[in-house]
Every structure is written in structure tokens, then in C-alpha cells.
């Protein structure tokens, strides 16, 4: 189904975490998928205002459920890089392609555990030097994978 990268989030909650990984992913030609439930309306004024009048053009994809999305797009394992603060594998390593399916878990509660548990073997973290921070924001962070993507495929 995906034939470029994608970013997916799973039960986002912060309207302007996802309406700035919206314009990212329209920056670099991402699709951007959204997994329910939501915390928020998707055409709430904060996601519009994050993406500015960029999110009309956001190539958005909505699914039920992450086993939903499994279903319906049928990615291969290779496809999929899962990302939580407690990965030991940094995602320098990760080793991205053209078709890269990035996921996220909530602001708040992270990738569900059962998806932690079962991917393992697929799983990154992003550096974080001091003990000052519990996580990086969520937007941050996706942001800094996607252009790593883009890395890989450009200019590796």
C-alpha cells in the first residue's frame, strides 16, 4: 500500500505533536497514519495550526486499530521500525529503506507493551545523554528519525 516512508502514531493525544509530525511528513513526502483511538479531533484547530495550511496536503491514513492497519496494508516485518526510550538499539543502526514504516506509541503511555514485547528484534531508541529527561517530545522525535530515513535513501 505504502510506497514511500511513513510515520505511524499510535493513540496520539497532543493535537500539535501530530499536526508538526503532519507537516514533516508532507516535507519530505511521508504518510502519515493515525491509529485509533485519538485523544483529539482530527480537524481540530491545534492539528490545522501545527500544520498550518499545510494539512489539507498531509497525506493522512486512519485505522481502527494497529492490527487494523496490519491487516489492511500488510507491510513485511523489514518494513517496520518500532521506537521507545527503553530500546537498547540506536537508531543510527536501524537500517532504512524507501518504504519504512516508523511507529510511535503515545505521548504519555509509549508503544504498547504487547507491541514492545513482540518486536523486540525491531525496536530503536534515540540517544539521550543526560538523566535530566524522561523522553524526547514526540515530534522531536519522529522528526529526527524521518530525516535519518531520508539520510539513508539520499545520501547513503
Known amino acids: 500500500m505504502f510506497k514511500r516512508p511513513s510515520i505511524v502514531l499510535i493513540a496520539p493525544e497532543i493535537p500539535g505533536n501530530t499536526g508538526t ?14 491509529i485509533k483511538p485519538l485523544a483529539f479531533d482530527i480537524s481540530e484547530k491545534a492539528v490545522r495550526r501545527a500544520g498550518l495550511d499545510y494539512w489539507k496536503h498531509v497525506r493522512c491514513h486512519l485505522f ?23 530500546a537498547e538499539k540506536n537508531y543510527y543502526r536501524a537500517p532504512f529503506s524507501t518504504n519504512s514504516i516508523l511507529i510511535f506509541g503515545s505521548e504519555t503511555k509509549g508503544l504498547p507493551a504487547a507491541l514492545i514485547s513482540q518486536n523486540q528484534e525491531r525496536i530503536y531508541s534515540l540517544p539521550m545523554y543526560s538523566d535530566k529527561i524522561r523522553s524526547l517530545n514526540l515530534a522531536n522525535a519522529a522528526t529526527a528519525v524521518a530525516y535519518e530515513v531520508i539520510r539513508h535513501i539520499h545520501f547513503s
Open 21 to 34: 509530525i503532519g507537516r514533516t511528513c508532507l516535507a519530505l513526502d511521508f504518510d502519515l497514519v493515525l
Open 64 to 86: 481502527e486499530s494497529f492490527e487494523d492497519f496490519l491487516v489492511k496494508v500488510a507491510p513485511s516485518l523489514e518494513q517496520l521500525f518500532f521506537f521507545s526510550k527503553s
